[in-house]
């Protein structure tokens, strides 16, 4: 494998459109399973929808490896949409000018899919393997995670003593990040003529008393705070009710978007919400309310000095020379989803690759950093993991 087949393959991923919610992503899927598959690494096509498409390809440790661990490697093949204007280059063109690699994805993240893909391919011809290694690409992390999540309930993680998620970190580690939860409110009242509103029950003024609840004082959640996240953030995004202009309404709902830190998530604001109920039956015994939660993407932490955080800290630092910083990622990556698998591991979000570009115009990195990259999985994986 020379370094043009790594950079080609690259080229040929990107010149792929798998724009997400569009219907490419099976197509990038196929061309990463011929491509491992051609180069004999052991492949699964998983289907997790018909357009959505996981792989998980494993290569294992060599037969005289004493009591191998499984590295886990992970990145994702959607990407988000192209701007209409703005763009210099073809989004979809892969093409190289002045040592960078331009294309939706370059950053974010098919070089970090095709670095893992080629340092894998490369470490099959290595006769000592120290650890197992298992590639899980999936599908649809830029919109919902479903793909991560169905590998997680499928067990697929439970085996994984380390993970390493190559999302563009510039060379910092992520070790922290927020989750989110959405959560729908809704009243129930009773309808009426709004000319008689003494035989209903109005669900807006009922939907106005949760808002006041929540906007007070006694409404604690976003006091919780992550020395290095931050706080939980909730907003009101939106709002609905209502059947006719001269109607009492009898639903009502607002929609409110919660981002959560470790250590407060689902349960916790929950409980927040029952208080505010138990409040206002206090004050009206026939208040009705119902909690819906629609979106769950769960937080999750690695100890910053985990042995496996300080061991790829420690190979970036060996192939740029500078120390490689951890730190707490505002975004969501995968690792959310595979955080909840059955056993708990710790994850590195890292790679060389610049970020900020990543979702931009003209969206593109340094080659070197591909090429940085494709070393610091081969390194990890070279190396017994503790
Ligand atoms: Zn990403």
Known sequence: MTQQQQIES??????????NPLD????AATFVYDYLTTHEIETEWIEVAPK???LIATLPASEIAAEPKIIGFSGHLDTVPVQTTGWTKQPFGGEISDGRIYG???????????????AMIELKDCADRPNHLKLLITSDEENGMTGAKHLTERGDADDLDALLITEPTSGMIGYAQKGVIGIEVTCVG???HSSAPQLGKNAIDDLYRVIREVKSDRFTITDNRHPELGPVVASITSIQGGEGPNVIPSNASFYMDIRTIPGFGRLEILEAFAH???RLLQED???????RVIKEIPSCETDANAPFLETVARHMETITGHPARRVAIPGGTDGAMFSQANRSFPIAVASFHDFRLAHQVD????LSEYLQTIALCKQLALEPLA
């Open 276 to 278: 505010i109920e138990q």
């Open 363 to 366: 969206e593109s990195i340094p």
């Open 285 to 291: 015994p026939t208040f009705a309310m119902t909690l």
């Open 190 to 192: 009773k309808g009426a």
């Open 104 to 118: 939706r994805g370059a950053s974010d993240m098919k070089s970090g899919v095709m670095a893992m893909v080629n």
């Open 52 to 54: 959505r498409i996981c």
């Open 24 to 27: 490419g992503e099976r197509d």
């Open 10 to 19: 690259l080229q040929h991923c990107l010149q792929i459109p798998s724009v």
